[in-house]
């Protein structure tokens, strides 16, 4: 009776369960895997993990349509000399979307390799900004102030102003 229960089980040497055969793979040879089912997946997934991994460096995706770059276990965009030229020259007095557009990338990618480059606004751009978001405001609110009513002669709120949405 031992003998009869101890060959129908098998113990898996990953997990180190006792099991009946039948939580174990039959092989074709008629033998049975070596692994129980729930390891024999789980190696085969982190197999196939490992083997869908790029090796570090750069390849070509096709659905992005670019150039990808593979470093240990993330895949992101990767920066041609071009690209990191225009990032490091605009980036500290240009606005974060132009610059993104600039280098054909989304404004979070950009932001992204800049922090990672230790690139910083220029301060006198961050006050210009600021500055021209404060007169919007003043302006925006005026505007709403005189009900959207615009004089003739009056100097238009949005003049000077490089906001698309305002024209
Ligand atoms: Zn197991």
């Given at each position: 009776?031992?003998?009869?229960?101890?060959?129908?089980k098998k113990t898996c040497p990953h997990?180190?369960?006792?099991?009946?055969?039948?939580?174990?793979w039959k092989l074709k040879s008629g033998?049975?895997?070596?692994?129980?089912?729930?390891?024999?997946?789980?190696?085969?997934n982190e197999a196939y993990a490992r083997n869908r991994k790029v090796p570090d460096g750069t390849f070509y995706h096709k659905s992005f349509?670019?150039?990808m770059e593979h470093n240990g276990c993330s895949t992101r965009i990767f920066w041609n000399k071009d690209m990191l030229d225009i990032l490091k020259t605009h980036y500290p007095n240009t606005k974060?979307?132009?610059?993104?557009?600039?280098?054909g990338v989304s404004p979070?990618?950009?932001i992204r390799k800049a922090r990672e480059l230790g690139l910083q606004?220029?301060?006198d751009f961050v006050q210009g900004v600021?500055?021209?978001?404060?007169?919007?405001?003043?302006?925006?609110?005026?505007?709403r102030r005189n009900s959207g009513m615009i004089q003739k002669g009056h100097v238009p709120w949005n003049k000077g102003l490089k906001i698309k949405e305002t024209i």
């Open positions: 009776m031992e003998k009869e229960q101890k060959k129908r997990c180190g369960r006792n099991l009946w055969l039948r939580d174990f033998e049975r895997y070596r692994l129980c089912i729930e390891c024999g997946r789980k190696e085969k349509g670019r150039i974060n979307e132009e610059v993104a557009e600039m280098c979070r990618t950009m606004k220029d301060k600021w500055e021209e978001n404060r007169k919007l405001m003043h302006l925006t609110n005026k505007v």
